[in-house]
């Protein structure tokens, strides 16, 4: 489980997270809405200890993370996987060393089982043995997110994390990504954390939605009660609308 | 309101005088602050070469890449700055009869100081412009929080590979440089300027010492591992997508560059100290 208590959080003079509490509940899908820099990719890094926060908490699984080592706080990284927001590939290797490097560096994997190690995971996401030899740069989008997922899911973490997995894709991609997201969670049972501004998508796969605004939990629940949310910041986000304010300070 | 003889025109004074103490505070705090940051990486580097996993073949790539991928351009180098300081020296020491101690001269000058620094200022323009560019462009396109997220230790994984690589490379490369140089001396002073060949060559055995080779190698081995460090770090500070990575390799050139040269004079200094008696 993963909890964040009274977080805060400032780049220079912009403050991020405003005393933040969210708990993350275990094997579930949750899934963080939220405006364009209201702080979602930095609420996911704090899980990491990415980022440390300047006041509160954030544990997982009982470890505050600020109060651990390097060695502890890698430890505690090996339960995670993550998918980036632009997939994050080494581009200077292939598909094939990409998807292979957490499993030579924790399984000390090589030679014939780390290819067949791979030649699985590949599987599980649809990506074609032609692929593997391929640099990032030469893989369109959609693919590179499915190999930064392969990559993530590689030493079958207990929690995942995505940063905004359909961001940029087509609309039968971004169904595909969804797809992945949720075969994902059955199959491997593990905590999934989405950030994402695709509200469709979200609905599809979300156990949990949590909606950040201005530094805090605005809203947090099952897609049922955002469907009936009446909250005008609420409502505006989730059909599309810009308030007059917003459109006004154009 | 400066003229203001009312005495409104002590506030302005006051206030810019407090605005430039302010503004020297700030810089002063950053240099301080940049310092200690550097301190810290650099105290990591060293930690972390004896931690493991040892990354030998992360090593010998990145020793390829900065010491075996450099040579062409230190030979070339090397060539003509041993020609030109050859027919430098030869044209002057003419004008007194004493163009047989061109060879002692360029041996010299090449061991102590030419070598060491050149060779330095030419990894730094090829290799630590490539270092700072390559970490940064990972770091802004979060492939350094990539290998975080993987639990793998980017310091480890990236730094200590491409800085180890520097110091050991560095070293070796001035030692071709001051080899080829010397060809380069004997090729315009004996073959061109018509020097006999015996005295450029025995003065050379006379006035250079090993002592002298052997400080200007180890004054390259601190430029390699100067000069790897700034790149890595400025590599891995770097921010503001594109534009950061253009900051950042900018920075690392300069900063390596001129650290270079200023670190140079101290260690010549220190080493001109020690084997005095020798």
Known sequence: ?????????????????????????????????????????????????LIRPEKGSVVVDGQELAKLDPFALNE??????????????????????????????????????LHKAVSELVTVVGLKPEVMPKYPS????????????????????????????????????????????????????????????????????????????????????????????????????????????????? | MLSDSTGAKAVPRVVMGQRLIESLGHSCLGIVNYLGDFAIFCRDTVAWLFRKPFRAKLFIEQASAIGLDSIPIIALVSLFTGMVFALQSTYAFRLFGAETLVGSTVG???????????????????????????????????QIDALDSMAVYPHQYLVVPRVWATT???????????????????????????????????????FVDPKDVVGGVLKSAVFGFLLGSLSCFEGFRTKNGAKGVGIATTRAVVFSSVSVLVVDYFLTQIILEVTRNW
Do not use: C, W
């Not at chain 1, 090996?78 to 560096?105: H, W, Y």
């Not at chain 1, 899911?153 to 929690?159: H, S, Y």
């Not at chain 1, 949720?182 to 909606?211: E, F, K, P």
């Open chain 2, 108 to 142: 010299l000058s090449l061991a102590r100081e030419i070598a060491p620094v050149f060779a330095a200022l030419m990894v730094t323009a090829r290799a630590g412009s490539s270092m700072a560019a390559e970490l940064g462009t990972m770091r802004v396109s979060e």
């Open chain 2, 168 to 206: 050991v490379m560095l070293p070796l490369l001035t030692v071709i440089f001051n080899f080829i140089g010397i060809i380069g001396a004997y090729l315009v002073a004996v073959l061109l300027l018509n020097i006999p060949e015996g005295p450029f060559l025995s003065h050379l055995y006379d």
């Open chain 1, 1 to 49: 489980m993963i909890k964040f208590a009274d977080v805060y959080k400032s780049f220079g003079k912009q403050t991020v997270l405003r005393g933040l509490n969210l708990t993350i509940p275990r094997g579930k899908i949750t899934v963080i809405l939220g405006r364009s820099g209201e702080g979602k990719s930095v609420l996911l890094k704090h899980m990491l200890g």
């Open chain 1, 138 to 250: 030469e893989i369109s989008g959609g693919m590179r997110k499915r190999v930064g997922l392969v990559r993530a899911i590689a030493l079958k973490p207990q929690i995942l994390l995505y940063d905004e997995p359909t961001t940029g894709l087509d609309p039968i991609m971004t169904d595909v990504i969804g797809s992945l997201i949720l075969n994902t969670q059955r199959s491997l049972g593990i905590t999934s954390v989405v950030i994402s501004h695709d509200i469709g998508s979200t609905y599809g796969i979300a156990d949990n939605i949590v909606m950040l605004h201005e530094g805090q939990i605005l809203m947090e629940g099952p897609p049922e009660n955002f469907k009936k949310a009446t909250d005008p910041v609420i409502r505006n986000f989730l059909e599309g609308h810009a308030s007059a304010e917003q459109k006004a300070a154009l």
């Open chain 1, 76 to 113: 505690t990284r090996k339960k995670f996987g993550m998918l980036f927001q632009n997939s994050a590939l080494f581009d200077s290797m292939t598909v094939f060393e990409n998807i292979a490097f957490p499993l030579r560096e924790h399984k000390k994997l090589s030679g014939e089982a």
